[in-house]
């Protein structure tokens, strides 16, 4: 099992910027791919945001996502990041933190899936403010 909680969301202005922070712990990782989804509301599917493997360089972003939000990892401390900048009303959701062991970075058919992730934490919300 892989544990991970997300930390960093809150109530921000549009415009600002955000890091959101999500820590890994659990059975040994290395070969898994992590990733951020984002939910606008619970009727609403978790939307694909960004993905990259744990140990090497690929990364994967949704159309939507380029340009505004870079994922990033500190591999010593267990911890993933979001970097969302010049943030807009329309990015309040839940964003959650997942992982997975399957190599769905080949394709965005599977990265995009949440069906194909998991390992799931329990999100953290962000709200922006116009």
């Known amino acids: 099992q892989i544990q991970l909680v997300e930390s960093g969301g809150g109530l921000v202005q549009a415009g600002d910027s955000l890091k959101l922070s999500c820590e890994l712990s659990?059975?040994?990782?290395?070969?898994?791919?992590m990733g951020w989804f984002r939910q606008e509301a619970p009727t609403k599917e978790r939307e694909f945001v960004a993905?990259?493997?744990?140990?090497?360089?690929?990364?994967a972003y949704a159309d939507s996502a380029k340009g505004r939000f870079t994922i990033s990892k500190d591999n010593a401390k267990n911890t993933l990041f979001l970097q969302i900048n010049n943030l807009r009303v329309q990015d309040t959701a839940v964003y959650y933190c997942?992982?997975?062991?399957?190599?769905?970075?080949?394709?965005?058919?599977?990265?995009?899936?949440?069906?194909?992730?998991?390992?799931w934490g329990k999100g953290t919300q962000v709200t922006i403010s116009s």
């Open positions: 997942a992982a997975t062991p399957f190599p769905v970075l080949t394709s965005p058919g599977l990265y995009s899936t949440p069906a194909r992730w998991p390992y």
């Open positions: 659990g059975r040994a990782f290395s070969t898994y791919n």
């Open positions: 993905a990259v493997k744990w140990v090497g360089t690929d990364t």
